[in-house]
């Protein structure tokens, strides 16, 4: 099967990392993927992951494009849908899902599938144009139960588009060291290391907490890293919490607001802002406990990818974030609330036995629950439910359909080279 994802960038962010680990769980089962951007690679992390994807033998298209507020995005997707002849048409975030079902419907009119990546279904976008991508999407996969049942609210029933759940996957880096992690609390020769690099003593208790500082405003901001700075302000008044630190991983049009809020509440000196960072298992690794006050979520993944690495967690009371601990418990706060973060964060500080105990257990579910393959089988199944093949009504142009057995073609092959050309 030969499959085309669509997404506005490669970056740091959980849809694209999604993306690009979907696309290389994929290609190991087999099929022969591309990931067509509309605005290029973001950052060291974008590029990291298009490098990673192309060396697996992914097409990757429209990496030097800049802004989907010109048509170049648009134009590169019809050439690599022409190129590629996708069996399957797979969009992730509300800018892929508009421009794949305009490029769509001037074209090859096939059905497509998206995936729906948090429960904030309309957002700061239009009515109309919400309800007529439902009508343009054969199927649209909730990335959790509770982003379906949010899509369901939204349209009290009236959706067009079939509407599945597939839960999002992390693949499991290192997961020798993460086996380590589970019986001393930190992988070997990692803690000191990676502080040292940052400038954080060797003995501080480090609280991480790994997502993009985007929004309108940081009030209103999605990873709500205004009230994780605010709790992490209280919990320094604490006698016991002389030794903490906290550590930023992520990047944003919001950073600089979140510095100056770090500034206005005195505790700059204790807080890193680390920026987007490539090896983030291993500052999960260096850190003692995983902070996640999100204010709205799909189903997150960097909260997925703390948990699989055994970091003890604290995190919103949201029914989404719930959704990845299923029966078991964790420190929970309320959305909003610094003072129930703080609190949380004192008990994970004066009880390191017990929250590592209660990590210990969520790593071995959330191994079994959210694997990326697992996410990737169950999304073969939506695949081959669209039916009518693209291959049977357009004529790639450069791609040599390979035999049953599906072999990964190589970024060097002539294939490649042309769709390069062409998308360059």
């Known amino acids: 099967m030969k499959v085309l994802q669509v997404i506005p960038t490669l970056s740091a962010g959980g849809a694209e990392t999604l993306v690009a680990e979907l696309a290389l769980a994929l290609t190991r089962r087999g099929h022969q993927v591309g990931v067509a ?87 700061t976008r239009s009515r109309a144009g919400t309800w007529l991508l439902d009508r343009l999407y054969a199927t649209s996969v909730a990335c959790g139960a509770r982003v379906a049942d949010a ?57 991480v907490h790994v997502g993009t500082f985007h929004g309108r405003t940081l009030a209103s901001s999605p990873k709500a890293h205004d009230i994780l700075l605010k709790a992490f302000a209280q919990l320094c008044s604490h006698s016991s919490a002389s030794r903490t630190h906290l550590l930023l991983i992520g990047d944003g049009c919001l950073r600089e607001s979140a510095q100056r809020l770090a500034q206005t509440l005195g505790i700059d000196g204790r807080v890193t802002f680390a920026g987007v ?84 257990r969520t790593a071995a579910h959330v191994a079994l629950d959210f694997s990326i393959d697992l996410c990737a089988a169950h999304y073969e199944l939506h695949y081959e439910r669209l039916g009518a093949p693209l291959a049977s009504r357009i004529a790639p142009q450069c791609f040599d359909v390979a035999p049953a057995a599906h072999t990964s073609p190589s970024a060097h092959s002539p294939a490649t080279k042309q769709l390069h050309q062409e998308n360059p």
């Not at 291993?282 to 997150?300: I, K, T």
């Open 277 to 360: 960072r490539d090896n983030v298992p291993q500052y999960l690794a260096a850190s003692d406990a995983f902070v996640f006050p999100s204010r709205y979520e799909g189903l997150p993944v960097a909260l997925i990818e703390a948990c699989m690495a055994g970091v003890p967690t604290i995190a919103s009371d949201l029914p989404e974030v719930a959704e990845v601990f299923g029966d078991l418990d964790y420190l929970a706060a309320r959305v909003d609330e610094p003072s129930d973060f703080a609190s949380a964060m004192l008990d994970c500080l004066a009880n390191p036995t017990s929250a590592r105990a209660r990590a210990h």
């Open 151 to 207: 899509y369901a609210d939204y349209f009290r029933g009236a959706q067009k588009s079939a509407v599945v759940t597939v839960r999002n996957g992390v693949a499991r880096a290192g997961a020798n060291a993460n086996t380590e992690r589970n019986a001393t609390g930190f992988a070997p020769g990692e803690r000191t290391g990676v502080r040292g690099s940052l400038g954080i003593a060797p003995d501080a208790f480090v609280f």
């Open 37 to 123: 951007l509309l605005a290029g690679v973001r950052g060291e992390r974008g590029a990291e992951l298009a490098d990673k994807l192309e060396h697996a033998g992914v097409w990757v298209s429209g990496r030097t494009l800049h802004s989907m507020r010109r048509l170049d995005g648009a134009m590169s997707l019809a050439r690599t849908i022409r190129s590629l002849g996708p069996d399957v048409m797979h969009s992730h975030l509300y800018a892929a899902d508009v421009v794949l079902a305009a490029v769509n419907a001037l074209t090859v009119r096939q059905r497509l599938i998206r995936t729906i990546h948090s429960t904030s279904i309309q957002g």
